[in-house]
């Protein structure tokens, strides 16, 4: 097992896109527990797993994004394949940028994939 040093090396940390911290996730109580009916979480891993392959997403994502000029070219690889994995979760019938309202993409797709990207900016 590597040692925790070795997360310690910048160009490690870098190529972790994005990170969801643990206290931001709700503790999961016995009442979160699915009663009947419930999603297949083996079902559903193969479906993500098939939309690895969908490359419309990323297409769709980069009309979406307005890049500053000088933009920080691995924040802005981060920040698109979040974002295009938000869109891919949260907007799988979209096939172009308009078929996603401008304020839902930023709201849903861009501003978490910043945060996510600015807990690895700070760890760095």
């Known amino acids: 097992m590597p040692s925790i040093r070795f997360f310690a090396r910048t ?15 709700p503790k999961f109580h016995q009442n979160l527990v699915a009663k009947g009916w419930a999603l297949n979480t083996e ?3 193969e479906v993500l797993h098939s939309l690895r392959d969908e490359l419309h997403y990323s297409t769709l994502v980069d009309s979406c994004l307005a890049v500053p000029p000088k933009a920080y070219k691995r924040d802005l ?9 938000f869109v891919k979760l949260l907007f799988p ?22 945060a996510m990207r600015q807990v690895i ?4």
Do not use: Q
């Open 43 to 45: 079902y559903f891993a």
């Open 121 to 124: 900016s700070f760890m760095l």
């Open 93 to 114: 019938h979209a096939k172009t940028a308009s078929d996603i309202p401008n304020d839902e993409f930023v709201k849903c797709c861009l501003e978490p994939a910043k």
């Open 77 to 85: 690889d981060a920040i698109t394949r979040l974002c295009t994995g």
């Open 11 to 25: 160009e490690t940390l870098d190529r972790i896109h994005g990170f969801i911290p643990g206290w931001e996730i």
